[in-house]
């Protein structure tokens, strides 16, 4: 069954410096998401994607953070000048046509940061 | 403002027994609903949804979930909990005014299935 990947599992970086996650969405979905989870709590949105360009962002998602479709196959999330509060889990998500009309999100595994 | 809410941090439950985990929401226009899965340091696994017709509906792992428009509720059920069963529940909702496919999560349920 076609998934999400996710690159790297988990990441420890020092506050300041610039991280990059990415992500392989499956193959044939139009939609791409970016959402963090801390420490097992609630999952919160930061962004979403469409047409190659961003379609709605929250908050969180502030000029530090960009995305990024270099290809036709990676979706890349990155962190310009990383905060102690960063440190989440980040999941990547695809969907075909977008939950908006009924179509299911798949998630991918996770991409645990740490900031120290 | 458009809201998902479960009231349980927890739900214990012994094996073998029906389990119920709450879901209620707050959305304009017509939600789609769904639930996922998260097992321990592991990703979101989808469960089911609710776009339209019956109220009842059927996912993995013999769970199943019931739609009510009227209390705006999507309560995740099954009738015989598994100890493998026992993970973090999460109900999510796109609301019907939303054009991007942002899902809104609830808080998170964890579920503790005991022997």
């Known amino acids: 069954e076609p998934e999400v990947t996710q690159t790297p599992s988990h990441q420890v970086t020092q506050m300041g410096q610039e991280v990059i996650l990415r992500c392989v969405p499956i193959?044939?979905?139009?939609?791409f998401y970016w959402y963090r989870q801390i420490l097992g709590q609630k999952v919160e949105f930061l962004v979403s994607?469409?047409?190659?360009?961003?379609?709605?962002k929250s908050e969180i998602f502030d000029d530090q953070f960009s995305v990024e479709r270099p290809d036709g196959s990676n979706f890349t999330l990155k962190i310009r000048s990383t905060k102690l509060e960063d440190s989440a889990m980040y999941f990547c998500?695809?969907?075909?046509?977008?939950?908006?009309?009924?179509?299911?999100?798949?998630f991918g595994e996770g991409s645990w940061l740490t900031v120290v | 403002a458009q809201s998902v809410a479960q009231p349980e941090d927890q739900v214990n439950v012994a094996e073998g027994n029906p389990l119920t985990v709450k879901c209620t929401y707050s959305?304009?226009?017509?939600?789609?609903l769904f639930w996922y899965v998260q097992y321990p340091n592991r990703g979101l696994q989808f469960l089911l949804k609710y776009i339209t017709g019956d109220n009842l509906v059927k996912g993995s792992y013999g769970f199943e979930a019931e739609f009510n428009k009227s209390q705006t509720s999507f309560h995740l059920k099954k009738p015989s909990a598994l100890v493998s069963d026992s993970a973090l529940y999460f109900c999510?909702?796109?609301?019907?005014?939303?054009?991007?496919?942002?899902?809104?999560f609830g808080q998170g349920t964890t579920l503790q299935v005991k022997p």
């Open positions: 994607f469409y047409n190659n360009e961003i379609s709605e």
């Open positions: 959305v304009s226009g017509n939600p789609y």
């Open positions: 999510a909702v796109s609301p019907g005014s939303s054009n991007t496919g942002k899902l809104i």
């Open positions: 193959s044939n979905h139009l939609y």
């Open positions: 998500a695809s969907s075909l046509q977008g939950a908006h009309s009924g179509n299911t999100i798949y």
